[in-house]
Structures are given as structure tokens and as C-alpha cells.
């Protein structure tokens, strides 16, 4: 057998193998990988390098390392899933920086992190002020994570709105031109219906690169023509819209009738639309 | 424009806010706000009712406006 042909069989074997290798490890991303799992992973690359290379080492010799150097980390976290104290051992415990808003100089020690390197991984975090924060942790794999004082955190929804109207995952139903059954019949629609509300903004299907469907039946498409103008979406607006003016109608007749009975009627009206108003106005906006 | 047409005008709304009520309460996901919508529907049947009863009124008092 040739020399080539050799390391040929040898490097598409070892490329297959560390494939299955990789798969089997999982799919941590690598910045997620402790130091040791990184160690790992650099050492099963070499030794994989050097068997596909060096024709002086027998196979067996390289596929006993490889097997051992990439199955351990394996046999590890499995173990760890299990085990809190061996989790610990093995991850590494996280050490706290900042808590109650102060400075916990000892764990700074402790970890070889100096002022300067906190105060740059708290701009990473956008912090500026070490007043500001409330609580901060070095996790194991070296990321700082900081908990802002309740004051200086950012505004939510749930701030501003004590029951913000839930909205669920939008479906994707048209890609490439081409009609998604699958996602149409999770919301309850069918093409029939998609057809109608194309239709409605004038377009075809084959015109369309992607369409989706929010939580309220809502259609937003994307069109391969740029040039194009497509209108958003008015269907909910313009229901609010017509709410408002009934509520405001019946405040008028109520105002423009003399008949006290007919007055009482428009009234009670009134108040039961500016009710419903109240009810689904946070439905209707956006 | 009379007294009942105006009426009739803010009827034909609230039929119209009815029906996109129920269609937003069938194609909606949430459970709350398909809740939300169906009340919101039930609602607008009361007013619809209610309407509908003084429209019958007006055009008793008046009927040269009848049908207009």
C-alpha cells in the first residue's frame, strides 16, 4: 500500500471518528467550555493531527488516547449531572464580587482579579458607577454578571403595564414563495384563508419571499420586490377605532335626546362600551 | 341626516366591532385574550340588543322614517 493511500484511509477514518466524537460531546458552545473541557478539545485535535500524520504510530496506540482523552469529559459530566459535589469540584464553584453594593476585596484576592479588571468587566456589562450595583458573580467560566440596585435597572412592559396582554411565537407560513402547511395548521388557519388575506394587500403568493402570522392572526409579509410598499397590518387599530367612535356616538345621543328613558338607555351604553374599551384596549394597540 | 339613521349608522358599527370581536377570538392564541375577546363579544350582543329595542321605539314614534 503506498504511503499516501495510507495516511488517506487514515485521515477520512479520523475525521469520521472525531465527527461522531464531537456529536457525542454534545453541543455546548465553545465559550461555554470550562478550561478543562477546552484543554480536552485541543488535545484530541493534536493527537488526531499527529495519528493521521506520523505513520510511525500504530493505530491502536492513537484511537486508546483519543478514546480515553475525549471519553473522560464524558464520563464527567455525566457523573456531575448526578452529583452536586463532584459538579462542584469538577465546574468550579462562583465567586461573589459585589454583594448588598459592596466590594468583597477577600474573593478579589482570592481569584487574582485586580480593581482594574472588575471595573472593565463591569463597563463590558455597561456599568460605569460600582455604586449602581446591588450584586455581582464570577461565574466559573470567568463571566462577571451583575444585578443592578432596583433603581438603576432598565424599564420593562411589566412596569409600565400590570398585565401586558400575552403574545405568543409569530409562525412562519410563507418561505420562498412557497406556502408552509405545517406552521398554517399549528394557528388553526388554512391556505384558504391565507389566499384571502393576500388577496387584501393585493399581492400573489409567488411574489411573497416571507409571510408570517402573529398570536392574533395578523399577516406581515416581505415581498422579493423591494420597491414596493406594503401597508402594515390596520385590522386591529381600525377595531379600536370604530370602538371609540360608537362609545362617543351613544354620549352623544345620550346629550341630544329629550326623552329621559331614551337619555337613561344611551347612558348605560355608553358606560358599557367605555367598559369594553378598557377591556381589550391592550389587545388592540400594536 | 334623522335621529334613526344615526342610530342605525352606530348600530351597523357595533355589528361590524361584533364580528372582528369573534374573528379575533377565533384566530387568537393566547387563552386570555381569546377570553378576553369572547367577553368583549358578548358584550357588544347586550348593546346590540339594547339598540336594536330603541330603534324599534323611534321608528313606532316617528314612522314617516320607517326603514330609512
Same mark, same amino acid.
Given at each position: ?43 484530541? *485535535? =493534536?493527537?488526531?493531527?499527529?495519528? %493521521? &500524520? =506520523? ?17 473522560? !469529559? ?13 459538579? =462542584?469540584?469538577?465546574?468550579?464553584? %462562583? ?35 460600582? +455604586? ?10 470567568? #463571566? ?17 403595564? !400590570?398585565?401586558? !396582554? ?9 418561505? #420562498?414563495? &412557497? ?7 399549528? &394557528? *388553526? ?24 402570522? #402573529? ?9 422579493? =420586490? ?15 377605532? +370604530? ?5 362617543? #356616538? ?37 | ?68
Amino acid at each position: 500500500m503506498p504511503v499516501w493511500l495510507e495516511v488517506a484511509i487514515r485521515s477520512i477514518s479520523i475525521i469520521i471518528g472525531l465527527f461522531i466524537i464531537t456529536r457525542i460531546l454534545g453541543k455546548k458552545p465553545l465559550s461555554k467550555l470550562s478550561f478543562f473541557e477546552y484543554i480536552v478539545g485541543i488535545t484530541v *485535535g =493534536d493527537i488526531a493531527g499527529t495519528m %493521521s &500524520m =506520523d505513520l510511525s504510530i500504530s493505530l491502536e496506540e492513537g484511537i486508546t488516547s483519543i478514546l480515553i482523552w475525549s471519553l473522560f !469529559p464524558v464520563l464527567t459530566s455525566r457523573i456531575s449531572l448526578r452529583n452536586k459535589k463532584f459538579r =462542584d469540584f469538577v465546574e468550579g464553584n %462562583s465567586t461573589l464580587f459585589i454583594k448588598n453594593g459592596k466590594i468583597l476585596e477577600e474573593n478579589l484576592k482570592r481569584e487574582k482579579y485586580t480593581v482594574d479588571e472588575l471595573l472593565e468587566q463591569l463597563r463590558k456589562k455597561d456599568v460605569f458607577r460600582v +455604586a449602581d450595583v446591588e450584586f455581582a458573580v464570577l461565574e466559573p467560566n470567568g #463571566d462577571l454578571n451583575v444585578l443592578l440596585k432596583r433603581e438603576k435597572q432598565p424599564l420593562t412592559v411589566g412596569d409600565v403595564f !400590570p398585565n401586558p !396582554p400575552s403574545e405568543k411565537e409569530p409562525q412562519t407560513v410563507i418561505m #420562498d414563495g &412557497m406556502i408552509l402547511d405545517e406552521p398554517l395548521a399549528t &394557528m *388553526g388557519l388554512n391556505r384558504g384563508w391565507l389566499k384571502q388575506q393576500l388577496d387584501k394587500q393585493g399581492v400573489a403568493v409567488e411574489n411573497v419571499f416571507l409571510a408570517q402570522v #402573529d398570536s392574533y392572526g395578523q399577516l406581515t409579509i416581505d415581498l422579493y =420586490d423591494d420597491k414596493i410598499q406594503i401597508p402594515e397590518p390596520q385590522e386591529k387599530k381600525l377595531l379600536l377605532a +370604530a370602538i371609540k367612535k360608537v362609545q362617543a #356616538d351613544f354620549e352623544l345621543f345620550a346629550l341630544q335626546t329629550e326623552a329621559k328613558e331614551a337619555k337613561a338607555l344611551y347612558e348605560a351604553n355608553a358606560k358599557k362600551m367605555q367598559a369594553l374599551l378598557q377591556k381589550v384596549a391592550p389587545f388592540l394597540k400594536n | 341626516m334623522t335621529v334613526v339613521s344615526q342610530v342605525k349608522q352606530s348600530l351597523a358599527s357595533l355589528k361590524s366591532i361584533h364580528a372582528g370581536l369573534q374573528e379575533l377570538a377565533l384566530i387568537s392564541q393566547d387563552e386570555q385574550a381569546q377570553r378576553t375577546f369572547h367577553e368583549a363579544m358578548m358584550m357588544t350582543e347586550e348593546i346590540i340588543a339594547d339598540i336594536k329595542k330603541r330603534i324599534g321605539k323611534l321608528e313606532w314614534e316617528e314612522p314617516q322614517y320607517h326603514g330609512k
